[in-house]
């Protein structure tokens, strides 16, 4: 009992290894892996090369499917091209159970005693976060040299003996048991590598090995599915792809399994040689059958997986992926969308309210307030998100972006405040009322529309791209959008003073009107206030500092 536990306690410890490894990766490199994969799959065979290069430093296809999904998802990349990533990244993480295979359990204890000083000393910067990684590395490798101990002395009693004579080879029992592992492991790496170290040291036969190996596999690509399942469908449509790989493949590579230990087997050496090199073997073929063939798995995906329609803004999909949230630059990207997505709402509304006032269409104004509600529900969500995600694990960049995500969201939902109550009063001071603005008042109206308009769509960009150039633009156009404020306030009073009917009629609302389009502009250009402070070129007060008077002694 003591040896089972012991079994069961390095299992463990291999998969949490495993798992401070990836979430380390991601935390240090998660943002320039994005950067890799965005610049490095303009073709199927570089998307390969790189996905089997992100995927050797992350250790974990998975993570790498999530990312990719997230390019899919903003249509940055082709769901084919996805699929050849995925290709390449299923070869990555059998090349790293290739690595992990050799004996490098000396390796264990410099790697976590290093980790573990700058995990402590600089905990807060990338150094402490690459030494999480190290400390991983260090425990994956003492695991492993735990399992085969405890397997040793466990397959020296003469029950396991038994136990052990007893076993027949069931390809369809083993391929289900391997996949079911990973998913409860979420690692095939782990699985896989266990699955090795077990046949070297005579635990399990080498040709239940090789089973539950396929099985590993299989299991990769459900896990995939099942992290993704509550994603929109874009994100989910490149884990069902390579699900579908990873089905064919093994129905192609079930019957063989004889044949390969038959006759490739004498010439491999020990038993987990002959796991990994089966392993890595499965995924290169995997990738080369398949590679030519990502468009016509995308074609039947798309079919099965259909996108919604995103004609309307009420049928657009949200972006914040609960998958994401265990890779902070990934879900901080996803918020942003998700905030731009509340951005685009705003617009619709600002856009609609000039109709309103044209053409008095009060059903216009009620779905426009109810516009409103959503707005209000996206930030709620988007702050809710941002909540879950790890403050111990950001950057300091990423501190700041996710701040400044928080900020957008709270301006878009104070415009969409301030827009409702614009509509209302249209309705009620104009609309029930039947009056109507001057022309020269509506002509004032329309020139502040269309700047706050142009504002807006500027503010968007400055959130998307951190321009410099255009922040400065949009605080310009606050100053700009202030005077104008200003001088069409006194021409309204000019055409008071000229007894112009209309615009003593509409006074009052002209001049709130025109008042709160000011404060909607505002909230817009307050976008601009977080990138020119970062790059020190905001003032610290408007207050002109008066010159030192020297008093009379």
């Known amino acids: 009992m003591k040896h089972l536990l012991n079994l069961l306690a390095a299992v463990a410890l291999l998969v949490w290894g495993t798992y401070l490894v990836r979430t380390g990766i991601l935390r240090v490199f998660g943002a320039n892996l994005r950067h890799v994969l965005a610049r490095s799959i303009d ?24 990312i990719v999904s997230s390019f899919v998802g903003q249509g940055l990349v082709a769901l ?21 295979s050799f004996d490098l359990s000396w390796l264990s204890p410099l790697f976590i005693f290093v980790g573990v000083v700058l995990f402590i000393s600089r ?36 029950a396991i003996k038994a136990l052990l004579l007893s076993l027949s080879s069931d390809v369809l029992l083993e391929i289900t048991v391997g996949a079911v592992l990973v998913v409860v492991a ?25 089973g539950l190996t396929l099985g590993a596999n299989l299991g990769s690509g459900l896990l995939g599915v099942l992290a993704t399942a509550r994603s929109t469908v874009e994100v989910r449509q490149v884990p069902m792809g390579n699900l579908l790989f990873k089905i064919v493949g093994v129905l192609l590579a079930a019957p063989l399994v004889g044949l390969w230990l038959r006759h490739v087997r004498p010439y491999l050496g020990d038993p987990a040689t002959v796991v990994v090199l089966f392993h890595l ?38 972006h914040l992926d609960p998958s994401a949230l265990a890779t902070p630059s990934l879900a901080i990207s996803c918020a942003a969308r998700e905030a731009l997505h509340q951005a685009d709402i705003v617009e619709t509304m600002m856009v609609g309210m000039l109709r309103v ?52 969201t709270i301006n878009m939902e104070q415009i969409g405040d301030t827009i409702e109550r614009i509509l209302l009063d249209i309705e009620d001071k104009k609309i029930k009322k039947a009056r109507e603005f001057s022309d020269a008042g509506m002509a004032e109206i329309c020139e502040l529309h269309a ?49 112009t009917v209309q615009s003593i009629e509409t006074s009052s609302l002209h001049l709130d009107l025109i008042s709160d389009l000011k404060r909607i502009n505002s909230h817009i250009c307050s976008i601009a206030y977080p990138i020119l402070d970062s790059a020190g070129v905001l003032a610290p007060s408007r207050f002109r500092v008066p010159e030192q008077v020297s008093r009379p002694q």
């Open 281 to 318: 073997g499965f995924n290169v073929l995997i990738g080369v059958l398949f590679i030519a063939f990502t468009h016509v798995v995308a074609r039947n995906v798309e079919r099965w997986l259909p996108k919604p329609d995103k004609s309307l803004v009420a049928g657009r999909p949200h």
């Open 43 to 66: 073709t199927r065979p570089a998307a390969a090369l790189a996905g089997i290069g992100v995927t050797a430093l992350v250790q974990s296809s998975t993570a790498t499917a999530l």
């Open 451 to 499: 700047r706050l308009i142009d504002n807006l769509r500027l503010s968007m960009s400055v959130f998307l791209n951190g321009s410099l150039r255009d922040a400065q633009k949009l605080l310009e156009e606050k100053v700009r959008f202030r005077d104008l404020e200003r001088a069409y306030a006194g021409t309204h009073l000019t055409r008071l003073t000229e007894n």
């Open 357 to 408: 006032i044209k053409e008095n269409d009060l059903r216009l104004a009620g779905d426009l307030r109810k516009l409103d509600d959503t707005v209000d529900q996206l930030y709620s969500a988007i702050k809710y998100y941002l909540t879950k995600i790890s403050r111990e694990a950001l950057g300091e960049e990423e501190s700041r972006r996710l701040t400044d995500i928080i900020s957008f």
């Open 186 to 210: 979420y690692s095939s790496l782990a699985i896989v590598l266990l699955t090795a170290t077990l046949a070297s040291t005579g635990a399990i036969p080498l040709d239940v090995a090789v």
């Open 80 to 100: 084919p091209t996805a699929l050849a990533v995925m290709l390449g990244a299923d070869i990555g993480t059998s090349l790293m159970a290739v690595v992990f």
């Open 123 to 158: 905990q807060a910067a990338p150094a402490g976060r690459f030494g999480r990684v190290l400390i991983g590395l260090g425990l994956m490798l003492l695991a492993l040299r735990l399992v085969a101990e405890s397997t040793g002395i466990m397959v020296q009693s003469p």
